[in-house]
T-cell receptor, first 110, second 113 residues
């Protein structure tokens, strides 16, 4: 079974803090994705990556950056967290079009 | 940008009944997928139907795709309380990159025992 592991299920951070959300997959998938999910807005793509050290902006990249130093790990970085980044963050990996999701990281920014 | 739009937004049925959810989309697609999400958890892939397919089955799930109407439906037969979850359709755009999907806002299904 494919496993996508997100490092933290729940985080509480303060405005202005730097936040790292880590995601690791164990199936050697080339494609990895970060989404955020908000009530009434559904899932929105933040960034994705098709290879190591490669990244592409999704629909809402502002305020975020990503890092993919190794194939299995895709990190989402909030350089200076703001309250409007309070959300559920979902990481996913893919090989042939079907997405495998992690359990999500619920971030609250105070 | 959101492409898939599910209908209804919420659906409440009794155990044993069938549940039908619909999805409409706007642009040409390579495939359409359905996902399920239990409250507070990640999404789980249910089924993928390609643009040249019209119907697909998986256990109690039946998915149809009508590319001329740009719509799809997910039917869950003989529903169970454990089917209570949100269901999302997601489209892979024609010519788009593998796995780069656009999700709808979901249908919240409640199955009462």
């Amino acid at each position: 079974d494919v496993k996508v592991t997100q490092s933290s299920r729940y985080l509480v951070k303060r405005t202005g803090e730097k936040v790292f959300l880590e995601c690791v997959q164990d199936m050697d998938h080339e494609n990895m994705f970060w989404y955020r999910q908000d009530p009434g807005l559904g899932l929105r793509l933040i960034y994705f990556s098709y290879d190591v050290k490669m990244k592409e902006k999704g629909d809402i990249p502002e305020g975020y950056s990503v890092s993919r130093e190794k194939k299995e790990r895709f990190s989402l970085i909030l350089e200076s967290a703001s309250t409007n980044q309070t959300s559920m963050y979902l990481c996913a990996s893919s090989f042939s079009g079907e997405l495998f999701f992690g359990e999500g990281s619920r971030l609250t920014v105070l | 940008s959101q492409q898939g739009e599910e209908d209804p937004q919420a659906l409440s049925i009794q155990e044993g009944e069938n549940a039908t959810m619909n999805c409409s989309y706007k642009t040409s697609i390579n495939n359409l997928q359905w996902y399920r999400q239990n409250s507070g958890r990640g999404l789980v892939h249910l089924i993928l139907i390609r643009s040249n397919e019209r119907e697909k089955h998986s256990g109690r799930l039946r998915v149809t795709l009508d590319t001329s109407k740009k719509s799809s439906s997910l039917l869950i037969t003989a529903s169970r309380a454990a089917d209570t979850a949100s269901y999302f359709c997601a489209t892979g755009a024609l010519g788009g990159s593998q796995g780069n999907l656009i999700f709808g806002k979901g249908t919240k299904l409640s199955v009462k025992p």
